[in-house]
């Protein structure tokens, strides 16, 4: 055990009143950041746990309790937080059926209703009242009435949210801690979705695909030889596996068409009028936006289809 200097936050606040918004502030970029960036989060932020040190950095303690998030199930939940904040029921519901275990029993189209009834209820609150705790929990029992399994670090998630919000109402009653939970939820979003984090995964996804391939024959093999002999049995969740394999090509189709407005609107500003640095520019770019459009309409259609 180490020795941490300072005193506890609701203490600090008491004393240093005129500190407050730079502490929130700080709390929650603190907290976003251990989620999105380190993927690892302290699950039990409360002011027994959080002190301010002598030079005014935030310090935690007690890691006893905390939540682990795998690359997939951050960039789910980045996409969850930005389909609430936008209020897109449909990319939300996608986005929370990729954090949770696969399950074959989930009522697709109930829970898309039930979802878009959260989303409502979050649109017509104003922004300072709004709780991502209380949301976020409103979306687990969404899931739940719907034959969704809850997914365990979400419920870890849910918690820590929910006792963050409740420290910054104890701190600053009144004060508006959402708008920095939005500004920094656009940065980390943005950033998420970079063309340096999409190339990153564009390699990885080639190396997962140069896997896949090397390996596919072999499995084939296997699964008409089980099938020959009438021994296929049972493949669970494979309804489930599927819907997982076209979301991820739809953002690896995505990824691409995004790249390609990238580097094409980078050939065109950069390079001289004419040419075939010219005409290749504007290929990627007019490539790029037909994928777009094509990725929309697939989308419109899918969202149609379950209503």
Same mark, same amino acid.
Request: aromatic share 6%; proline share 5%; glycine share 8%.
């Given at each position: 055990?180490?020795?941490?200097?300072?005193?506890?936050?609701?203490?600090? /606040?008491?004393?240093?009143?005129?500190?407050? *918004?730079?502490?929130?502030?700080?709390?929650?970029?603190?907290?976003?950041?251990?989620?999105?960036?380190?993927?690892?989060?302290?699950?039990?932020?409360? *002011?027994?746990?959080?002190?301010?040190?002598?030079?005014?950095?935030?310090?935690?303690?007690?890691?006893?309790?905390?939540?682990?998030?795998?690359? *997939?199930?951050?960039?789910?939940?980045?996409? !969850?937080?930005?389909?609430?904040?936008?209020?897109?029921?449909?990319?939300?519901?996608?986005?929370?059926?990729?954090?949770?275990?696969?399950?074959?029993?989930?009522?697709?189209?109930?829970?898309?209703?039930?979802?878009?009834?959260?989303?409502?209820?979050?649109?017509?609150?104003?922004?300072?009242?709004?709780?991502?705790?209380?949301?976020?929990?409103?979306?687990? $029992?969404?899931?739940?009435?719907?034959?969704?399994?809850?997914?365990?670090?979400?419920?870890?998630?849910?918690?820590?949210?929910?006792?963050?919000?409740?420290?910054?109402?104890?701190?600053? *009653?009144?004060?508006?801690?959402?708008?920095?939970?939005?500004?920094?939820?656009?940065?980390?979003?943005?950033?998420?979705?970079?063309?340096?984090?999409?190339?990153?995964?564009?390699?990885?996804?080639?190396?997962?695909?140069?896997?896949?391939?090397?390996?596919?024959?072999?499995?084939?093999? $296997?699964?008409? $030889?089980?099938?020959?002999?009438?021994?296929?049995?049972?493949?669970?969740?494979?309804?489930?596996?599927?819907? $997982?394999?076209?979301?991820?090509?739809?953002?690896?189709?995505? /990824?691409? /068409?995004?790249?390609?407005?990238?580097?094409?609107?980078?050939?065109?500003?950069?390079?001289?009028?004419?040419?075939?640095?010219?005409?290749?520019?504007?290929?990627?770019?007019?490539?790029?936006?037909?994928?777009?459009?094509?990725?929309?309409?697939?989308? !419109?259609?899918?969202?149609?289809?379950?209503?």
């Amino acid at each position: 055990m180490e020795y941490s200097p300072g005193e506890r936050v609701d203490l600090y /606040a008491k004393s240093h009143p005129q500190a407050l *918004p730079r502490v929130v502030n700080t709390l929650v970029k603190l907290m976003l950041h251990s989620i999105f960036e380190e993927g690892l989060f302290h699950a039990d932020p409360h *002011p027994g746990n959080v002190f301010v040190l002598p030079d005014g950095r935030l310090s935690l303690l007690d890691f006893g309790n905390t939540g682990d998030l795998d690359e *997939p199930m951050r960039e789910s939940l980045t996409l !969850l937080l930005e389909a609430v904040v936008k209020g897109d029921a449909r990319a939300a519901t996608e986005a929370y059926l990729e954090m949770a275990p696969a399950s074959e029993k989930v009522n697709h189209v109930a829970l898309l209703v039930d979802i878009k009834a959260v989303l409502y209820e979050i649109r017509r609150t104003n922004l300072e009242d709004v709780s991502i705790g209380s949301a976020f929990e409103a979306l687990l $029992r969404a899931g739940s009435r719907n034959g969704v399994h809850k997914p365990g670090e979400f419920v870890l998630l849910t918690r820590a949210f929910a006792i963050l919000e409740s420290m910054i109402g104890l701190l600053a *009653p009144g004060y508006n801690h959402m708008e920095s939970f939005r500004e920094e939820i656009s940065r980390l979003t943005a950033q998420h979705f970079s063309p340096e984090r999409i190339k990153d995964k564009t390699t990885k996804l080639a190396r997962e695909m140069e896997r896949l391939v090397t390996e596919a024959p072999g499995d084939t093999r $296997r699964v008409l $030889r089980r099938f020959a002999e009438g021994n296929l049995g049972r493949l669970p969740g494979l309804e489930a596996v599927g819907r $997982r394999f076209n979301r991820n090509l739809e953002r690896l189709t995505g /990824a691409i /068409a995004f790249a390609a407005l990238v580097i094409g609107g980078s050939m065109l500003l950069m390079t001289p009028m004419g040419g075939w640095h010219d005409t290749l520019g504007n290929t990627l770019i007019i490539s790029g936006f037909v994928g777009i459009v094509i990725i929309y309409l697939r989308a !419109l259609r899918r969202d149609l289809d379950q209503r």
